[in-house]
């Protein structure tokens, strides 16, 4: 007879550097062989993938352009704008921005291969990397180089998907995007954390809470019969037992010679196995661990939360507004910032908003309502002798604006329509 030893998860002891400690029960070798890396955790986390997903689609909803820095002028035909609607065979604009920002959340930062083809100086297509398929070269680093044009890394290659596609690319064809500061690792300044790794041990939490919950569901209605032997009681016959499991036994349907009972010669004691499941507080455990991770994305309560908390659409309009304009904005404009390395011309830069969308047509009805505000103060300064370029002044508007010209235009639209 063989004996096969019970399997044993051995907990995983981890200090931190500020000196706090936790035991992870079923890590026993690291993060990344049990739960795999932080872009494979982020794509089947039951509250982190939807709440990533949620962001990263209304990063994609930007209106993206190419502006002139001195007259504002957009220019919407441009081959770089061409390159981000089309980037590559597989994808468009919106799922190239889609996975650019999930990549760059879940993994800290977010690698982009302009790809060439051979004797074409612009790219001809693009293509998101995964950063952990990248192996820098030996003894890799990024010395602190004089000037800002260091040609030796742009030189230097790295080995993309060495099992794969084992592809050798320059720096020079590589863009990297940051979610979180880059150059804090002085020896190799492409390298960065993920905001992820701050929330291992409660992404950890949420995945065994609901583990827990799902083996109590499974094992929930179970019963424990005893033998409750009493003073006093005296057991059936081999008879009486026969005629009492003849008369409880089903003979007609799919429960045909199935017994509905158990008779037996002894007394017996019967005992639920029932586990309330709110005395556990998973589910509470769960709403804690869920809005942590909300926060992590800076997700204001108001916009998605498990607590199940009604709020108004006032709250929620601020909310989204707010988000778009403190959050997704700035992340729109360090990735735009970084494209503008693709531009030659320096009086040129890649330009982006979110003023198209729905929920911001209110700042736009609020900053029309403002500047109809200033007008009329203007109206009225003009009107009480003050002088234009101090009326100008105070209402708010560019005291060079020529008054005498608008006034002019006025008179004759208003001569036009008398005219009709």
Known sequence: MQFKLPRINIPFFTRYINGDTFYNIKEHGNWNSYYGTNLEIAQKHPILTPAILFVAKLFSQADICIRDKETGEKIYNHWILDLLKKPNYYQTQNDFLEAHNFTQIAEGKAVVWLRRTT???????????????????????????????????????????????????????????????????TENMFETHSRLDGLRQTLVNTLDSLEAKNVILKTNGKELITADAKAGSFPLTDNEKKDVEDTLQNNYGSGKNRKRGIVTKSNLKWQSLHIALRDLGLDE??????????????????????????????????????????????????FLATMNILLDDNRYELYGTY???????????????????????????????IPDDLALEMAGFDKNIQLEDLQQQQQQQQQGEEDE
Do not use: C, W
């Open 119 to 185: 004797g074409m100086a612009t790219p001809t297509s693009m293509y998101l990397l995964d950063p952990n398929l990248i192996e820098y070269p030996e003894e890799f680093r990024t010395s602190l180089a004089k000037s800002s044009k260091n040609n030796n890394i742009k030189n230097a290659r790295i080995i993309y998907d060495r099992d794969g596609e084992n592809e050798s690319i320059p720096f020079r064809d590589l863009l990297f995007f940051y979610d979180l500061p880059n150059g804090l690792n």
């Open 285 to 334: 455990s769960i709403k804690v661990d869920g809005n942590l991770i909300y926060t992590a994305l800076h997700i204001p309560k108001d916009i998605i939360s498990l607590e199940a908390k009604k709020t108004t659409y006032n709250n929620f309009k601020e909310s989204m507004v707010s988000y778009i304009q403190n959050e997704m904005q700035p992340t729109l404009d360090s």
């Open 355 to 385: 003023e198209k969308m729905p929920i911001m047509q209110f700042i736009l009805i609020e900053r029309y309502d403002g500047i109809q505000k200033k007008a009329t103060a203007l109206s009225m300064l003009r009107n009480a002798g």
